[in-house]
Structures are given as structure tokens and as C-alpha cells.
């Protein structure tokens, strides 16, 4: 019985440790490109993911310009696949542009609101706009491989101390 527990703890303790967002899932069958040119869209949640381009902070909402691209089974998007346009996503409240930074991984859960008409560039643009229920970022690679790295060091010393008498330690550390 002890074991079961001790083995459930570890298990807890390693599942916090992640520093992926969890995502549920939700259909992701329908491209924003796709969405942005009529298609009809599904009444349930949808899923979209990408890159960041700009986050707006308005008086109510925030909204987060995206270039998309597919989501892995994880949810994370795929950016060595090709882009699938761009959308916009709401999440009511303030969202902290420094951490909503443009280059960020981010992938959004909601529902399809409507096609607004926008500019990239001096080009006209159809965006379709999702209100989310989770916007959730992806750590970025270098918080990653900075967490990725072991944290336990071994060290192995030895010396004369200035006299006849020698010694040697070995140590520990976190």
C-alpha cells in the first residue's frame, strides 16, 4: 500500500514539473484560411495554433494577431509545416503583451466569432476571429533547454592542504 502511494507521489510530483500548458482537445479540422473564405464553421470549440505576430490590449478584450500553423497531437503548432493563414484570437481581459510577445508559441481553444477585414501590410486581409476559453503559451525554446539540463552536479577533489597531511572530498550539489 505504501509503495502505490509513494509511486502515485512521484508521479504527481514529476506531472508538475512540466513546463509544457495542458491542452484539451477540441476540432481542429477546419484551417482559419479556410474559415477566413466562408467555409462553414463548426458550432463547438474549435483549435488553432501558431506564432504570435501582435497582441492588442483593448478597454474589455485582448486580441492576438497569429500566423497559424497545424498542431502536433499535443497541441503544440508545427511550424516546420506550412503556414494556414492568420487569425485573430479574443480572450477577454488583459493579457500581458510581454509575455504575448510576438515569436511565441500560443495555442487557442474557442469559439468562431466572425471574418473581420484587416490589412497585412498595405494588403487587404479576411481574418476569422475565435473567442477563446484558453489561450495557452508554449515556454519558449531557451526556458526549455535551460530546464532540460540536469541540476545535479558530482565533484571529485583532492590536496596536500600546505602540509604533510593530504586530503579528499567528494561532494554533492543541486
Known amino acids: 500500500m ?3 502511494i509513494l509511486i502515485l507521489g ?3 510530483a514529476l506531472w508538475g514539473c512540466s513546463s509544457n500548458p495542458v491542452i484539451p482537445t477540441a476540432d481542429r479540422s ?23 505576430i501582435t497582441t492588442k490590449n483593448l478597454n474589455q478584450v485582448s486580441e492576438v494577431e497569429i500566423l ?4 502536433d497531437e499535443n497541441g ?21 503583451s510581454g509575455d504575448y510577445v510576438s515569436g511565441r508559441l500560443v495555442t487557442a481553444t474557442g469559439q468562431f466569432l466572425e471574418v473581420r477585414s484587416g490589412l497585412v501590410g498595405e ?25 532540460s539540463k ?9 590536496s596536500s592542504g600546505g602540509s604533510s597531511y593530504g586530503g579528499i572530498g567528494i561532494g554533492f550539489g543541486f
Open 2 to 4: 505504501s509503495i502505490r
Open 10 to 12: 512521484l508521479l504527481i
Open 30 to 52: 477546419l484551417p482559419p484560411k479556410e474559415a477566413a473564405q466562408g467555409v462553414p464553421v463548426p458550432a463547438h470549440d474549435i483549435q488553432w495554433g501558431g506564432i504570435i
Open 68 to 71: 497559424a500553423y497545424t498542431l
Open 76 to 96: 503544440k503548432p508545427d511550424t516546420s509545416s506550412a503556414s494556414m493563414g492568420r487569425f485573430i484570437a479574443r480572450q477577454e481581459g488583459y493579457l500581458e
Open 123 to 147: 494588403a487587404d486581409y479576411n481574418y476569422p476571429i475565435l473567442i477563446c476559453d484558453q489561450l495557452a503559451l508554449w515556454p519558449k525554446e531557451s526556458e526549455k533547454r535551460a530546464r
Open 150 to 158: 540536469p541540476r545535479i552536479h558530482f565533484g571529485f577533489g583532492a
